[in-house]
């Protein structure tokens, strides 16, 4: 808008205004098997990422939160679903950013392990973008070891461990071998298990997600498998 009227031998001072369009990022959360079921009490943590040789990383220069504000040095959003299930981050600029769950929802839901990652484009300036989140109760994964040369053998004393996809680029495609001793930044930390008399291996209180199972000691007289086994649990 014009602060007064502009004529042709009257100089002027014109002030324009502009709003500041962002984006609201809207988060639902639901439950896995029930999707009408909405679920509150859910912790994240929003980051922004940037681009460093060729791979997204946090970027720990973004502070977002408003000058004066008890986060206001820090360089993510934080916030809990409400009763319905829903939480906005607004005021957001066009980038890539990181969602990452810090607190499963109430009810005795688990967390998830992996994160999030999306990008709000320009298109999407003055809009509200939602992503849909749910979450299982924690759930158990359980094999038998056995012989290769007799699968009715069972074989106790073989030790696991079980490692948690952490990574949310969809670029990476994850297909590696995992090296136990430095598995990565894409992979947490290994959830041990060892086979008992039975030659049962049971992991409990898992999320849903992508694993990777590594055997990494064989029972005594036997030999290291060479390869790695993927587990999804839905």
Known sequence: QYSEPVTLDQAATITVQNALRTVELKITKKDATNSSKLLAGAEFRLERLKQQNGEWVVDNEWRPNAAGSPNADKH???????????????????????????EPPKGGYAASFTPVDVTLGADDLGRTVTIEITNSKPQTFTFTKVAAEDNNKTLQGAKFALYPLVCGDKNHAHT???DPDDPGACWGEGIPAESDANGTVEFTNLPAGLYRLVETRAPDGYALPTGQWQVELE
């Open 76 to 102: 993510y959003m934080t916030g809990k679903t409400g009763e319905k299930g829903e939480l906005s981050f607004e005021n957001l600029s066009p980038g890539t950013y990181r969602l990452t769950e810090t």
């Open 176 to 178: 590696d071998l995992l």
